[in-house]
């Protein structure tokens, strides 16, 4: 088995990397300077757009599309390890480079889905980095964990859809360059067929009916750097029946091709998060001394680091196997270590996490480290993208298929 980057990762990393160092992590306390002098909290700091610029400059943009008609042109085991590396910043990187998350879903959708109109109005500017997106499917009054549940009417009325319900949690939608939403809601409620009654409309943000309600918290955060996550209400709110991606009956299969990229997309840069993490606490353990020794020479504090190491190797060589069997056989063949990879790595880099930041003791949990906006981020991902329970439920019967 040949474990090597090929040479056009191998010249990517490399740029990356310098670009991370030069750049990125230098931008992390001036973004957050910037931030307080706001008008508003949502408002994007100078210096992401100059990060933009210079990732774009340096061809370090639209990373994680294969199609090379809109991005880089990377397989999945190409782009896995860029990803990782943006994850050790997964507040700056990823948006720098147009490679943050849901804009990057979207894009997929609309590369795959949708018409010649609609990538012309939405899927340009986004490519472009010159507006943010949001995708609109968790509710608040259902077990969103099971997408068939959502409540969310499309109802058509001549030309136009109407639609009507209550999301929450509706990543980016606070930023105020988020101009369109991707909603899932249901055209045929009384469908027989419960995976064909939901549809996905495309709604822009200043649509009358739409109101940003509020913005979401998650663990005490607002996480402002990823435009926020809001509760949003659609009243009535009117689009032209073009708005309508691919056909009726079709967003639940379009969910499913839309969340496939995601999930392994958020695996990657975990695998980054947990690579800071050790980095931070080799740091504090070679600079601290507690009980007449350095915090590097006590036993539990080495066995928290090796414990740490031997994790990081397995979850990125199942990744990478992950990433290589989508590019090979498919989403639908790589479907047991997708949700593999979902399973066990928010899991793991939670724990690496929670170890780094009691190893940094208050230091851990304040805002002079990333470590805890890192475990809330990490932490959530146990949630995103279906929860732990729903990828072990259908891991689980596929396992036990083979025996029945």
């Given at each position: ?27 992390e306390p001036v973004a957050e300077e910037q931030r ?108 969103s964990s099971d997408a068939t549940n959502i409540t ?111 999930r392994i997309h958020h695996c990657m840069r975990l ?134």
């Open positions: 088995m040949d474990f090597a980057f090929d040479a056009r990762t191998e010249e990517l990393r490399t740029k990356l990397l310098a670009f991370m160092d030069e750049y990125v992590y230098p931008a307080a002098a706001l008008a508003s909290p949502w408002d994007t700091p100078a210096v992401v757009e100059e990060l933009k610029a210079e990732a774009r400059e340096q061809g370090l943009w639209n990373l994680f599309l294969p199609d090379a008609e809109y991005g880089a042109g990377l397989t999945n085991l190409q782009y896995a390890p860029l990803a990782e590396i943006t994850g050790r910043s997964p507040h700056l990187a990823p948006t720098a480079t147009n490679c943050a998350a849901p804009d990057t879903g979207n894009m997929e959708v609309l590369a795959q889905f949708g018409d010649e109109r609609q990538k012309k109005q939405w899927l340009e500017p986004l490519l472009a980095g010159e507006i943010r997106s949001a995708f609109a499917m968790t509710e608040p009054e259902v077990a969310t009417h499309i109802e058509r009325e001549g030309d136009e859809y109407v639609i009507t319900g209550r999301k929450w949690y509706i990543s980016g939608a606070m930023n105020p360059d988020c101009k369109i939403f991707i909603v899932m809601g249901k055209t045929d409620p009384d469908g027989a067929d419960i995976r064909r009654q939901q549809s996905m409309v495309l709604v822009p943000r200043d649509t009358p009916g739409v109101t940003i309600k509020r913005a979401m918290q998650v663990f005490g955060y607002e996480d402002h750097s990823h435009g926020g996550h809001a509760e949003v209400i659609f009243d009535h709110a009117r689009v032209p029946v073009s708005n309508l991606i691919g056909e009726e009956g079709g967003g639940f299969a379009i969910a499913q091709a839309r969340l496939g990229p995601g695998i980054g998060m947990a690579e800071r993490a050790i980095e931070l606490m080799c740091r504090r353990a070679v600079s601290r001394t507690a009980f007449g020794k350095a915090l590097a020479q006590q036993g539990v504090v080495q066995n928290w680091i090796a414990d740490a190491r031997v994790t990081v190797e397995q979850l990125r060589l199942l990744v990478l196997k992950t990433a290589w069997l989508m590019d090979t056989v498919g989403n639908r063949g790589a479907h047991t270590e997708i949700q593999a990879i979902k399973i066990a790595t928010p899991r793991a880099v939670v724990g690496i996490l929670d170890r780094a930041i009691q190893l940094h003791g208050a230091g851990g949990v304040s805002q002079d480290f990333p470590l805890a906006e890192l475990y809330a981020s990490a932490r959530t991902l146990m949630l995103a993208d279906g929860p732990d329970e729903v990828h072990q439920r259908s891991l689980a019967r596929r396992e036990l298929k083979k025996y029945i």
